[in-house]
């Protein structure tokens, strides 16, 4: 089992976390740069231990972007009136 990479992503996100609140950066970069051959990674283990088919590979691709794209639809709503409260 490949379970040690999905820890491995783990700490990569939390040290990135880490990386962003000291450093106050809001820096997308070096996050594309980190998670994207975790990312792979996770994905070649998923398949060489027989668990990733298409269909869970495509679910993961569509639950990835939908959680991508949920902090821009929270951007996009608190301009709306009703969340304007003084």
Not at 35 to 64: E, N, Q
Not at 73 to 83: A, E, I, S, T
Request: with cysteine; hydrophobic share 60%.
């Amino acid at each position: 089992m490949h379970a040690y990479i999905l820890w491995i992503a783990m700490l990569a996100y939390a040290l990135h976390v880490v990386e962003e609140y000291m450093f106050d950066w809001k820096g997308w970069a070096n996050a594309v740069l980190l998670f994207c051959p975790i990312a792979i990674w996770s994905y070649v283990g998923a398949r060489s231990d027989g668990v990733l088919s298409l269909r869970v590979g495509l679910l993961s691709c569509l639950i990835g972007a939908a959680l991508m794209a949920f902090p821009i639809v929270l951007l996009k709503l608190r301009l709306r009136p009703y969340f304007k409260q003084q």
